[in-house]
């Protein structure tokens, strides 16, 4: 039985290698489709990410925290799928006219009706994912999510080579789905009910009404920039956006997958179990802000050179955005773990005041401050940020009793440590490194930044320094064995 540090560290190599080749995709398509094509992606997919939070229903979220799990849970909860699912596939294939007059985008409606169509398949993989989530059955999942990368590679890069254009990912997306839900009940190793049924529903819509709130805000959130600039703007200005948006999201898809994982079974279980996750919380949260942090300023200090070799000289318009960017989500990431674990400890709709003080910090900001630049834009995403932490600082306090002052120390440590490395990596680029060939700068630059970082976690004594102590030392310990 693996121990939850080793399913962990699991996910997170399962996870990296995802990234790696999906990274690797991104590379590919901004190569081979345009701003445009990938914009008008970009505003379509946005709606049908809005439809999910519909469909699901918070369904799979009940099946993942819920104490005990029997098979009329699983009946219940394939017959609310299959009813919430299907009318979502009718409403997005019927409405996507309108979401192209919305848009003043033609192209729009092709895409949001293939999308449309994942939403019949999605059902029939989703309730067996949910099981293999609660067990934290990493081993399957993995096998799970190297098929889902390999569809999904292949797939969009023949697609885009046969001039599907914007379709592309529509299409691949389609594919994907249908392939992976064969996967989870494959590698699920057992046969779960697949009769459905609508028996003790009530309680299962309770809790998913104050799901379903959460994940739209959640949604909305982060759909900002597709809904508004692709209103306010033109499908090139989204697909930049959007380029920016993924750039500074690098590392954070890395260790994403693993947050998303992890967070909400595994804080069930210690409230269940103890009562109190403020400690477990305090320690998750310190590690995901000492990996990321660093990282972030690395990117905003790199931003061009990033741009212009992985991507091309086309997408250099979404630079200026991206520092804003990288500021906006380091404050995000300081309250990664917030959403799930209230969640996790049966309380859904607290987290619910703090998004719409988001969202509508960053609506209002948007409207004060756009200009019709993408930096412009990046700003007020970062005000609306600013706007929401007090919320947060508070629903932390308030539900899962995570004391302000041990948090506040912990994240300035990591910034004073994530500061000193930047402002030496800056340093390091106007002194020596100004003439240097933008791989080489790559190169040198990354692990310097985290190499620094490292050193300064150990002098402020942040937990991440034990983390990687004692791997360290496990590493050797094998090496020494073999």
Not at 84 to 93: G, H, R
Not at 236 to 249: C, I, P, Q
Not at 309 to 322: D, K, M, R, Y
Not at 372 to 378: D, N, R, V, Y
């Amino acid at each position: 039985m693996l121990s939850v540090r080793r399913k962990i560290a699991l996910q997170v190599v399962v996870s990296n290698l995802s990234t790696v080749v999906n990274f690797a995709l991104a590379v590919i398509l901004a190569r081979l489709l345009s701003p445009d094509d990938i914009g008008v992606f970009s505003m379509s997919a946005v709606l049908i990410a809005i439809a999910h939070t519909f469909r699901d229903f918070g369904v799979t979220t009940y099946l993942k925290r819920e104490k005990d799990l029997t098979d009329q849970t699983i009946r219940t909860a394939r017959g609310l799928l299959y009813l919430t699912s299907w009318s979502m596939a009718l409403a997005m294939f019927f409405s996507a006219g309108f979401w192209a007059g919305f848009f003043n985008e033609p192209r729009v409606e092709d895409v949001v009706h293939v999308l449309a169509l994942g939403f019949i398949f999605i059902p029939f993989g989703a309730i067996a994912q949910a099981v293999m989530t609660r067990e934290l059955n990493v081993v399957q999942s993995a096998k799970v999510a190297a098929v889902s990368t390999t569809v999904y590679f292949f797939a969009s890069v023949c697609l885009a080579l046969l001039g599907f254009k914007h379709m592309t990912m529509a299409w691949a997306n389609l594919i994907n789905i249908l392939i992976v839900g064969l996967a989870y009940n494959f590698f699920l190793g057992r046969r779960l009910p697949w009769m459905p049924s609508m028996k003790g529903w009530r309680s299962m819509v309770s809790f998913g009404t104050a799901n379903v709130l959460t994940s739209l805000c959640k949604v909305l959130n982060t759909s900002i920039p597709d809904l508004l600039l692709g209103r306010l703007s033109v499908a090139s200005d989204v697909g930049l956006f959007s380029r920016a948006t993924s750039t500074v999201n690098m590392v954070g898809k890395v260790i994403e997958p693993s947050i998303s994982y992890f967070t909400l079974p595994y804080m069930a279980r210690i409230h269940h179990t103890t009562g109190n996750v403020s400690g477990d919380y305090l320690r998750a949260s310190s590690i995901i802000n000492s990996v990321l942090l660093p990282v972030l300023v690395w990117v905003a200090l790199m931003a061009h050179d990033i741009v212009s070799f992985l991507f091309g000289e086309q997408w250099l318009a979404a630079v200026p955005a991206i520092p804003w960017l990288c500021a906006a989500t380091g404050i995000a990431t300081l309250f990664s773990l917030s959403a799930q674990t209230v969640t996790s400890v049966g309380r859904p709709f607290a987290a619910l005041p703090p998004l719409v003080l988001l969202i509508a910090g960053k609506l209002l900001a948007v409207y004060l401050l756009y200009d019709g630049s993408l930096k412009s834009f990046a700003i007020a995403l970062l005000i609306g940020e600013m706007v929401s932490a007090p919320a947060y600082i508070y629903l932390n306090r308030k539900l899962l009793r995570v004391h302000l002052q041990p948090w506040a120390i912990d994240v300035c440590k990591t910034l004073l440590a994530a500061t000193v490395a930047g402002v030496a990596l800056a340093v390091l680029l106007a002194q020596a490194l100004d003439s240097v060939p933008i791989l080489v700068r790559l190169l040198i630059t990354f692990p310097f930044m985290m190499v620094l970082s490292v050193l300064c976690f150990e002098v402020v004594r942040l937990p991440i320094a034990n983390e990687i102590r004692n791997a360290t030392k496990s590493i050797l310990m094998k090496s020494t064995n073999e």
